[in-house]
């Protein structure tokens, strides 16, 4: 999985997802391309402040967010 944040977040383009660990229950919030499924990590969600500020530096808003495990 590439480890950078694109620029922003195109809803068009993009789907953003939330992917947690199995093992380790780390998340992990990312970008993947709707058309060629690359996955671009945005960065890491260790508490509820991360998640906050990854929705508002990426204009999202929780409903926009899928998850995986």
Known sequence: MKRHA?????????????????CTGEQSLCFIDKKDGTEHQVGCIRSPEDLDAYLKE??????????EV
């Open 6 to 22: 694109p620029g922003r977040f195109d809803p068009e383009a993009q789907r953003a997802v939330i992917i947690q660990s199995v």
């Open 58 to 67: 990426y204009h999202l808003r929780l409903s926009q967010i899928e998850r």
